[in-house]
Structure formats: C-alpha cells, structure tokens
T-cell receptor, first 110, second 116 residues
C-alpha cells in the first residue's frame, strides 16, 4: 500500500478556502486517491475520490497533478462545522480495506 | 438516505466477558467491514466480509474475534474474552463497489466499548 504524508494540523477562519496537500510518492498505477472526514465520536465519512486531474463535488475539489505523487483537497469557504480530521488514503480498488493514517486536524475559527 | 446503524452505542463490560457488537449495513451492500479506533489514535482495519466469509483480516483480528452475518440484515462482531486493551470505538462499514476504483465505504456511528 502506498504510504501517505499529510500535515498534522491546520487552522483556518470561517469563509476561507482550506487546501490540504497529501504526498504519496509510491502510488501505484492501479491506486486511487480517496479523502475521508471524521468528526469527534463519529465514523469517517467519504468526501471525494479521484485518479488524476481534477474532481469536484458539492463538498470539495480534489486536484491531482500528472505524476500523481501528491494530491490536494480543497474545501471552499469553510464554516465552523468543517472542523474535523481529514484523511488522505491511497489504495487499489481490489483491496477493499481502508488504511487510515493520522490525518490532518482542521480547526476552523470564527 | 440509507445509513449503517450500530447497537449498542456504548457497551461496558468486565475483562474476560464476551461481547457482541451489532450492525445493520445498508441493505443492497455486499461488502462489510469492522474497524476500531482506540481513543486518540487512528482508525484501524479489523476485517472485511463478503459472500458469507472473511475476505481479509488484520493482525489485530486474532482468535478472540469472530464475525457473523446471522440473517439477511445483521452483521456482528464477537469478542470472546475481552481485555482492557480492547476498549475502543468499533465502527461497522459497508460498501457496494460499482465503478472502477470505488473506495467509498459507509460507516456507522460506532459502538464505544469500555472494558473494566
């Protein structure tokens, strides 16, 4: 499994854009990049997934450069309720288990 | 919106006792999982289950753990003889991989297990 590295924590303010970059230098050809969000005392929640270029949904955008060795999760105009831990995961879809790292704790302040 | 449910939300037990944690996955999902998260630590994979058998398990999932899908809706995790270090939040998840590379799993709210 490709190992991921992401910042331990990030602070932001309401209304700002938050960008979290994840490094995955050893990503394999069959691997996809997936981001999950976890609030305290709750289960992780899927945010977005991509293979290359850019993916956007109603919650976030995911930017993946051509070499796929990193990815950036972009949260537009965050609110206090976006305070959570964000996990970057890389894996082969045939290996259905998810391997979580420590994640990035994002704290949004008023 | 369909969701994964888990019961109980909190279970307190004495060391050495058996516990059964229950989950109802989303009805049309085919893959089921258990994860655990010790307080302040990362989410750890325990086991995946497909077609009525374990498809993969981690080193954590030793002989004291077992899983079962006793009927068409429930998915259970049994810990035979609990230890203090089993205290954690246990999450059930389910998925229905469709598109290529689909790694979306749906997690339940968790059961907090406290072993005294």
């Amino acid at each position: 499994l490709a190992k991921t590295t992401q910042p331990i924590s990030m602070d932001s303010y309401e209304g700002q854009e938050v960008n979290i970059t994840c490094s995955h230098n050893n990503i394999a050809t069959n691997d996809y990049i997936t981001w999950y969000q976890q609030f305290p005392s709750q289960g992780p929640r899927f945010i977005i997934q991509g293979y290359k270029t850019k993916v956007t949904n109603e919650v976030a955008s995911l930017f993946i450069p051509a070499d796929r060795k990193s990815s950036t999760l972009s949260l537009p105009r965050v609110s206090l309720s976006d305070t959570a831990v964000y996990y970057c995961l890389v894996g082969d879809a045939t290996d259905y288990k998810l391997s979580f790292g420590a994640g990035t704790t994002v704290t949004v302040r008023a | 919106e369909p969701e994964v449910t888990q019961t109980p939300s909190h279970q307190v037990t004495q060391m050495g006792q058996e516990v059964i944690l229950r989950c109802v996955p989303i009805s049309n999902h085919l893959y089921f999982y258990w994860y655990r998260q010790i307080l302040g630590q990362k989410v750890e994979f325990l086991v995946s289950f497909y077609n009525n058998e374990i498809s993969e398990k981690s080193e954590i999932f030793d002989d004291q753990f077992s899983v079962e899908r006793p009927d068409g809706s429930n998915f259970t995790l049994k810990i035979r003889s609990t230890k203090l270090e089993d205290s954690a939040m246990y999450f059930c998840a389910s998925s229905a991989p469709g598109l290529a590379g689909d790694l979306e799993q749906f997690f339940g709210p968790g059961t907090r297990l406290t072993v005294l």
